[in-house]
């Protein structure tokens, strides 16, 4: 179990470093987008800080994931991300679908793997 946690998340890890860092130097030009992902892009490049809050938030989690440490912290801050990820390549682009499913199947894994950290925070008090 503890070398399958650490494929996992450092596969996550590296998708996270890859995209975010590509994102944030402009290493890959991205593609040509049209109809409905290209209306969204455009939202999401129209707050001016949205698109950059997202990614140096997979960064972060991604250099988290990578080396280790905060692991079940960086599992619950990229929930959301993953998520988005997920149901935008379910409704929009299914292009990256076989890719969000392997990140929500992985965060799950690791949020099982480190379930004795997440019980305080289930507790009604």
Excluded: Q
């Excluded at 935008?88 to 679908?97: E, H, I, K, Y």
């Amino acid at each position: 179990m503890k070398i399958a946690i650490i494929i996992i998340r450092t596969l996550m890890g590296l998708l996270f470093l890859f995209g975010s860092i590509t994102y944030l130097f402009d290493l890959i030009k991205p593609p040509e987008l049209t109809g409905t992902t290209k209306a969204f892009m455009e939202g999401m490049l129209a707050t001016g800080y949205m698109m950059t809050l997202v990614k140096l938030t997979e960064l972060v989690c991604g250099l988290a994931f990578v080396t280790g440490l905060f692991v079940p912290l960086a599992s619950v801050v990229i929930a959301p991300v993953i998520v988005n990820i997920f149901l935008f390549n379910l409704f929009v682009d299914t292009s990256g679908l076989p890719i969000s499913i392997f990140l929500v199947l992985a965060n799950s894994f690791l949020g099982y793997a480190h379930w004795n950290k997440f019980k305080p925070m289930m507790k009604i008090k």
